[in-house]
């Protein structure tokens, strides 16, 4: 089944741009879609189809994908954003479609 | 507005049934899929499964495949997941989620379902 990779953690200092990473074999094929996930609430979907925003999502947030690496950037970063990440895409070819990323722990320093 | 309201937490013994639930509303039920994630503590999340209530079309991920089961009353609004004999390994958080039209993501995400299997 298709797997996607994300680092453990980033780091970033308010105000600052933060950039998180989800890897995949040829990911730029995919549609990527992003959810933010805080401590003790469920996850809420951040960016979708690589780059479109849901409204109420502020526009410090957006996302790109091309070859095997699709990205989430948080622009401006505040002590809100401190969360966990996950990057999910749709597999056709799978019996297991739904494929997420392990996951992204956003410190804000 | 687009509300997925799911059961109270459980506390339950290995070998015990559970059926929890996700309701609906502020939106045509039968127009969205809705899935089922599993969160175990500390962990990242997993898909376990889907269903269209309009026709209760049910897909299963191979590692939930039998394991649960997942199921829909449209006239209620309401999607369940069921285990027939619980495990210390189910404990996790459960998340209902709905996938407007097929659109392969999850827009709206229920408040989630602690389930603690503990002897």
């Known amino acids: 089944s298709y797997v996607l990779t994300q680092p453990p953690s980033v780091s970033v200092a308010p105000g600052k741009t933060a950039r998180i990473t989800c890897g995949g074999n040829n990911i730029g094929s995919k549609s990527v879609h992003w959810y933010q996930q805080k401590p003790g609430q469920a996850p809420v979907l951040v960016i979708y189809?690589?780059?479109d925003r849901p409204s109420g999502i502020p526009e410090r947030f957006s996302g790109s994908n091309s070859g095997n690496t699709a990205t989430l950037t948080i622009s401006r970063v505040e002590a809100g954003d401190e969360a966990d990440y996950y990057c999910?895409?749709?597999?056709?070819?799978?019996?297991?479609?739904?494929?997420f990323g392990g996951g992204t722990k956003l410190t804000v320093l | 507005e687009v509300q997925l309201v799911q059961s109270g937490a459980e506390v339950k013994k290995p070998g015990e049934s559970l059926k929890i639930s996700c309701k609906g509303s502020g939106y045509s039920f039968t127009s969205y899929w809705i899935g089922w994630v599993r969160q175990m503590p500390g962990k990242g999340l997993e898909w376990m499964g889907i269903?269209?209530?309009?026709?209760?079309?049910?897909r299963y991920s191979p590692s939930f495949q039998g394991q649960v089961t997942i199921s829909a009353d449209k006239s209620i609004s309401t999607a369940y997941l069921q285990w027939s004999s619980l495990k210390a390994s189910d404990t996790a958080m459960y998340y209902c989620?709905?996938?407007?039209?097929?659109?392969?993501?999850?827009?709206?995400w229920g408040q989630g379902t602690l389930v603690t299997v503990s002897s």
């Open positions: 999910q895409v749709w597999d056709s070819s799978s019996d297991h479609p739904y494929v």
């Open positions: 189809y690589d780059s």
């Open positions: 989620a709905s996938d407007y039209g097929g659109k392969n993501y999850f827009d709206y």
């Open positions: 269903i269209y209530p309009g026709d209760s079309d049910t």
